[in-house]
């Protein structure tokens, strides 16, 4: 079996990792796997480092659609892992001919438009990362089946690379205490607005607590306006992009993740995996890993006094913290394993194929 992965994001962000364990698990079982990406991105360099094939994508759609739909033919499936790969992945199928399956990692609507019909009616299989982002596909439409297959975390491999002695590192360099934080893109959807407002209110409680956001995007600028506003320059940092996800991640005293809407939220697998406690707000698929009280804290999404009394409630409370990692840890390696998800695809990859 041969598959045609295709990936058009420029940066590096959950959905592309998730990719990566995808590939590497279906090596190891002897499936033959190739990923068609932007020329020069994060992806293509981590695709060529670990030995897979790269078929390089300019952004230009017109000639990323011939390009897939000649290479397609080479391969059994195509499968498209963001939304602009699914708009070429369709367009191209008239081309190679061959079964196209999408990944669907996002929880709001997709576009009410004729391209965006037309590219889930040329799907043959669409598979969605949890029940919220299923429900949403059902609802907009009613004709699908998607199958959810959640996002995962290779618990053995983060534990692995955390390094004590870096973690200590890093919290020296913070000086939190705590020291709470989030693994985001500054984006709308990730809210970091709401964790800025709720560092605010915490403060005031624990004026020794430091905060900081592990992640780069477009809003930079605005977000550091809004920190210098309330007073929290040195206080609250936007450190930018980290590849040392599990040490940094380690270094924190409390995760917190406080999206307006999510697929899954694949970094709370690592928080989780790594035995940090979990603050979430209640959306999307969130709710499918995290459950209030017992793997994590879920709180209103945009309710910054409601997120700053859950971290203030989950700081001053060690045994609450050790209860709600344990859980969360043994759910990690029981229900979202890199094995299970390579095993549920290629079950999906199986019956397209007949």
């Not at 699914?86 to 669907?104: D, N």
């Not at 889930?120 to 699908?144: H, M, N, Q």
């Not at 409601?306 to 001053?316: C, D, M, T, Y």
Request: glycine letters at 8%; hydrophobic letters at 40%; proline letters at 5%.
């Amino acid at each position: 079996m041969k598959i045609l992965h295709v990936d058009t994001e420029k940066g590096w962000r959950g959905g592309e990792q998730q990719l990566l364990y995808l590939i590497r698990g279906l090596r190891e079982k002897g499936i033959k796997c190739a990923v068609a990406c932007r020329v020069k991105g994060e992806l293509e360099e981590r695709c060529k480092a670990e030995g897979f094939k790269v078929i390089p994508l300019k952004g230009n759609q017109t000639s990323d659609v011939l390009r897939l739909g000649i290479v397609g033919r080479e391969f059994d499936i195509v499968h498209a892992h963001s939304a602009k790969a699914h708009t070429i992945s369709a367009l191209s199928k008239g081309i190679h001919k061959r079964p196209l399956i999408y990944t669907r990692r996002v929880d709001y609507k997709p576009k009410d438009n004729f391209i965006t019909s037309f590219k889930y009616r040329k799907t043959d299989k669409v598979v969605a990362i949890s029940f919220a982002v299923k429900g949403i596909l059902k609802e907009c439409y009613p004709w699908l089946e998607p199958e959810v297959i959640p996002s995962v975390v290779d618990s053995e491999e983060i534990e692995r690379r955390v390094n004590p002695e870096r973690v200590r590192e890093i919290k020296g360099e913070f000086k939190g205490e705590p020291l709470i934080g989030t693994l985001a893109a500054l984006t709308h959807q990730k809210d970091i607005p709401n964790f800025i407002e709720a560092a605010s209110i915490v403060l005031k409680e624990l004026p020794k607590a430091k905060f900081v956001v592990f992640g780069e995007g477009k809003l930079r600028k605005e977000l550091q306006r809004l920190i210098e506003v309330k007073g929290l320059k040195g206080r609250f940092k936007l450190f930018g992009f980290v590849e040392d996800v599990p040490n940094y991640t380690k270094a924190l005293d409390i995760f917190v993740l406080p999206s307006r809407n999510e697929g899954l939220g694949s970094s709370i697998l690592i928080a989780m995996a790594l035995k940090v406690p979990v603050i979430a707000t209640k959306v999307g698929g969130t709710v499918e890993v995290v459950k209030d009280g017992e793997t994590g804290i879920l709180v209103p999404p945009s309710n910054p006094r409601a997120l700053a009394e859950a971290i203030l409630g989950v700081s001053k409370r060690k045994d609450l913290r050790e209860e709600l990692t344990k859980k969360a840890y043994a759910l990690v390696k029981e229900r979202f394993s890199v094995e299970s998800m390579v095993n549920s695809y290629l079950k999906v990859y199986g019956e397209v194929l007949k």
